[in-house]
């Protein structure tokens, strides 16, 4: 079983920053592929980042790109998203899942690839 637990967010102004972080349980984390999706009221949840068991590789959304930066520290069992340039679009819950499998490689922005997720953490971006 692994418990995700996500942090950092909160309200903040168009053009500004924020740095979730994800710290999970268990001893295998090193070897999880992590990733981060969003879901706006009323739309679908949307995959926004993700990155390896190592953090040498990365894969961004497109809407993201570039302005978002993910991050691990194995260590510390915790994975980031650090948020700059935010738009008021970029305001939803932010969630973040794990992918126990396929030996951490596995780069995906299919929700249904991931096993676990966390319980999300929202952030308001006002304009």
């Known amino acids: 079983q692994v418990q995700l637990v996500e942090s950092g967010g909160g309200l903040v102004q168009a053009g500004g920053s924020l740095r979730l972080s994800c710290a999970a349980s268990?001893?295998?984390?090193?070897?999880?592929?992590m990733g981060w999706f969003r879901q706006a009221p009323g739309k679908e949840r949307e995959f926004v980042a993700a990155?390896?068991?190592?953090?040498?590789?990365?894969y961004y959304a497109d809407s993201v790109k570039g302005r978002f930066t993910i991050s691990r520290d194995n260590a510390k069992i915790t994975v980031h998203l650090q948020m700059d340039s935010l738009k008021p679009e970029d305001t939803a819950v932010y969630y973040c899942?794990?992918?126990?499998?396929?030996?951490?490689?596995?780069?995906?922005?299919?929700?249904?690839?991931?096993?676990?997720w966390g319980q999300g953490t929202q952030v308001t971006v006002s304009s």
């Open positions: 899942a794990a992918i126990t499998t396929a030996w951490g490689v596995k780069l995906s922005p299919k929700a249904w690839d991931y096993d676990y």
């Open positions: 990155i390896n068991w190592s953090g040498d590789s990365t």
């Open positions: 268990g001893r295998r984390f090193s070897s999880y592929a």
